[in-house]
T-cell receptor
Framework: NAGVMQNPRHLVRRRGQEARLRCSPM?????VYWYRQLPEEGLKFMVY????????ESGMPKERFSAEFPKEGPSILRIQQVVRGDSAAYFC????????????FGPGTRLTVT | AQSVTQLDSQVPVFEEAPVELRCNYS??????LFWYVQYPNQGLQLLLK??????LVKGINGFEAEFNKSQTSFHLRKPSVHISDTAEYFC????????????FGSGTKLNVKP
């Protein structure tokens, strides 16, 4: 059973460009979470999604950031008009439909804004 | 609100020596506690968790942690480390009434030397 997949693993964008980060959850998992890790800091919760629904986006910056988890295909974290402060590692996690206290993490996407 | 503090950003240790990685948390309500490990270029992997019951929790790879409610701590220990334990370790908490959102510490890099 493949784990949580994220791509790309590394992404370089110039200021003002758009960044799209993809996350494919583990097979059978319908809950997806996105976290951001700034340099020298811990992971910070951004958003929790189920298929076609945003359940909790309390950690998402109010502008430029959006997330979706369509009925088919991976979850996408989209950052518009990136700035240097967006440089970070972005981790995706997934969990199965029934409530669980565990989340299964992907390897992360390291975004560098130049 | 919940917060997690990992006091040591880096811990160097010689192979076969014991190690303790410290974690303290702050919360106005009861929490569940977790330790995750991240090997280079991989996602976070659950080491162990405390939900209730015995305060001494055993995890994978010979690690264990002890929950101390009065000191609000959940320190991770291993009596004899191996080179392969070199990784970054994250302490995390979540709330029973909102277990979808994890709060992470900033991580401790364990460097095991031969």
């Amino acid at each position: 059973n493949a784990g949580v997949m994220q791509n790309p693993r590394h992404l370089v964008r110039r200021r003002g460009q758009e960044a799209r980060l993809r996350c494919s959850p583990m097979k059978g998992h319908s809950h997806v979470y996105w976290y951001r890790q700034l340099p020298e800091e811990g992971l910070k919760f951004m958003v929790y999604l189920q298929k076609e629904n945003i359940i909790d986006e309390s950690g998402m910056p109010k502008e430029r950031f959006s997330a979706e988890f369509p009925k088919e295909g991976p979850s996408i974290l989209r950052i518009q008009q990136v700035v240097r402060g967006d440089s970070a590692a972005y981790f995706c996690a997934s969990s199965p439909p029934r409530g669980t206290y565990e989340q299964y993490f992907g390897p992360g996407t390291r975004l560098t804004v130049t | 609100a919940q917060s997690v503090t990992q006091l040591d950003s880096q811990v160097p240790v010689f192979e076969e020596a014991p190690v303790e990685l410290r974690c303290n948390y702050s919360s106005s309500v009861s929490v569940y506690l977790f330790w995750y490990v991240q090997y280079p270029n991989q996602g976070l992997q659950l080491l162990l968790k405390y939900l209730s019951g015995s305060t001494l929790v055993k995890g994978i790879n010979g690690f264990e942690a002890e929950f101390n409610k009065s000191q609000t701590s959940f320190h991770l220990r291993k009596p004899s480390v191996h080179i392969s334990d070199t990784a970054e370790y994250f302490c995390a908490v979540n709330r029973p009434d909102n277990f979808n959102k994890f709060y992470f510490g900033s991580g401790t890099k364990l460097n095991v030397k031969p």
